[in-house]
T-cell receptor, first 109, second 114 residues
Framework: GQNIDQPTEMTATEGAIVQINCTYQ??????LFWYQQHAGEAPTFLSY??LDGLEEKGRFSSFLSRSKGYSYLLLKELQMKDSASYLC??????????WGAGTKLIIKP | NAGVTQTPKFRVLKTGQSMTLLCAQD?????MYWYRQDPGMGLRLIHY???????AKGEVPDGYNVSRLKKQNFLLGLESAAPSQTSVYFC?????????????FGDGTRLSIL
């Protein structure tokens, strides 16, 4: 079967750095997405990786290792507004997104 | 910028009732999707459409039907609602599926079946 694993919840301090991990086992791989979802709102796109390595976009970076079936989302200079759930999703061989359950990130002052 | 609009935002139904959820997008996207989101689980694909007049089953299609009569609209129907269908339903659209183009989501419909 297809499986995506993320930690259920993480806590970090305002101004710090946090890394959210995602491991996946899917039938095929056509890219990995990270989305942010604030409570009661829609998921919004953060990043896309299809090749190994690090993609940087402002305070957010995303890393991919296809051989290890592993990705992480790195958030720097954390702000209170970063409190949200972060969803990892893999585009499988049928070009359908397989979603992880999400990681709830709690930012403390 | 409307993007993806879902109606209604909230609804309470009794078991056995029927209803239709409407999704409209103004981005001229070919692909549209219906997901459900339940606590502790990832988004699960119910049905999707790769263009006007086409629909296909996703991971959890049972108990739902869909129609895509117009490119901008994607309707999700529950013929006989069951408590197991209590969930948050999200509609999404994308330009294509075979690229790095992300899916754009509506604000969701919170549906409770009593």
């Amino acid at each position: 079967g297809q499986n995506i694993d993320q930690p259920t919840e993480m806590t970090a301090t305002e101004g710090a750095i946090v890394q959210i991990n995602c491991t996946y086992q899917t039938s095929g791989f056509n890219g990995l997405f990270w989305y942010q979802q604030h409570a009661g709102e829609a998921p919004t796109f953060l990043s896309y990786n299809v090749l190994d390595g690090l993609e940087e976009k402002g305070r957010f970076s995303s890393f991919l290792s296809r051989s290890k079936g592993y990705s992480y989302l790195l958030l720097k200079e954390l702000q209170m507004k970063d409190s949200a759930s972060y969803l990892c999703a893999v585009l499988d061989s049928n070009y359908q997104l397989i979603w992880g359950a999400g990681t709830k990130l709690i930012i403390k002052p | 910028n409307a993007g993806v609009t879902q109606t209604p935002k909230f609804r309470v139904l009794k078991t056995g009732q029927s209803m239709t959820l409407l999704c409209a997008q103004d981005m001229n996207h070919e692909y549209m999707y219906w997901y459900r989101q339940d606590p502790g689980m990832g988004l699960r694909l119910i049905h999707y459409s790769v263009g006007e007049g086409t629909t296909a089953k996703g991971e959890v299609p049972d108990g739902y039907n869909v129609s895509r009569l117009k490119k901008q609209n994607f309707l999700l129907g529950l013929e006989s609602a069951a408590p197991s269908q209590t969930s948050v339903y999200f509609c999404a659209s994308s330009d294509t599926a075979e690229s790095n183009q992300p899916q754009h989501f509506g604000d969701g419909t919170r549906l409770s079946i009593l």
